[in-house]
């Protein structure tokens, strides 16, 4: 079985349209392709979509599963921004729910932007402390999984975007990581599916999927569910990394993905899961 939730496309600041993500899909043997378009995030996010292309966007997707019904099955959801506009299940399939901006004194600012932009807020707003700004990425990660609309907690520990050499922290800093578990912990609680993530791989900052495998680990040992995609913006990377998530997921003692299909989420057995 193969799938993958977190794909974006023109209708947001993917590089491809639903037609070429649905049919580059098809041609690496997907059983089926999820949309998840940056919903509406105005004025803070200019490449997310407003209502108009919102519209647009579903009814594109809705036209390609039908199209392609006999070769895969295309999913309609949507990447719900902490601070955007939240939604519905009764317009989508299923919901991302990602934090991607933090604000301060009522200001917005994006963490995953660029590295000047992120050292710029944490030197700005959380005096070179990298743990006052992960406590506040955090906090709202906490407040996002706690969501009923959200199915899926995107990149959960985003924050490390540009940690890859562990320039900003130590991944298995006592400090650090108990807030990274108390996030997890929480979305785990309210039964969100935490996802493996590749995106930052395609876009060269990171060698590893989120989330890190210190974190991985105990959402596995707190009963946490998983599942795999690539964040994709570009189909060349639409299955990007999947091997290495699956590998991953077993070392930190996954034996089941979860994946979407007509009844709702469920899990699939590892070894029949990804690739
Ligand atoms: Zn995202
Ligand atoms: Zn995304």
């Not at 785990?188 to 930052?200: L, Q, S």
């Not at 964040?231 to 997921?249: I, S, T, W």
Request: with cysteine; proline share 3%.
């Amino acid at each position: 079985m193969k799938q993958n939730l977190h794909t974006h496309t023109q209708y947001c600041d993917g590089k491809d349209t639903v037609e070429e993500m649905v049919l580059e899909a098809i041609s690496r043997n997907f059983d089926s392709i999820g949309f998840s378009g940056h919903g509406t995030n105005y004025p803070y996010d200019p490449c997310s979509m407003d209502e108009q292309r919102t519209d647009l966007y579903m009814r594109d997707i809705y036209a390609a599963n039908e199209q392609y019904q006999d070769r895969i099955r295309v999913y309609l959801g949507i990447e719900e921004d902490s601070i955007g506009q939240r939604f519905s299940h009764e317009d989508f399939e299923y919901i991302i729910g990602s934090v991607h901006f933090l604000i301060h004194n009522g200001e917005a600012a994006p963490i995953d932007y660029s590295q000047a932009r992120f050292e710029q807020i944490l030197t700005d707003w959380y005096d070179s402390d990298i743990l006052k700004m992960a406590k506040a990425y955090y906090d709202a990660v906490k407040e996002m999984v706690s969501r009923p609309e959200v199915d899926i907690v995107g990149h959960i520990d985003l924050i490390a975007k540009y940690n890859e050499n562990e320039k900003y922290f130590r991944f298995e800093d006592p400090a650090y990581l108990a807030m990274a578990k108390d996030a997890a912990e929480t979305a785990i609680a309210n039964n969100k599916i935490i996802e493996m993530n590749t995106g930052a791989i395609a876009r060269g900052y990171r060698t590893k999927p989120y989330p890190h495998i210190a974190l991985l680990k105990h959402i596995h040992e707190c009963g946490g569910k998983i599942c795999i995609s690539s964040d994709c913006h570009n189909r060349a990377n639409l299955d990007l990394g999947f091997e290495q998530c699956v590998e991953l997921a077993r070392l930190a003692g996954f034996t089941e993905i979860m994946m979407l299909g007509d009844e709702g989420f469920y899990p699939v057995p590892i070894e029949e899961a990804g690739c």
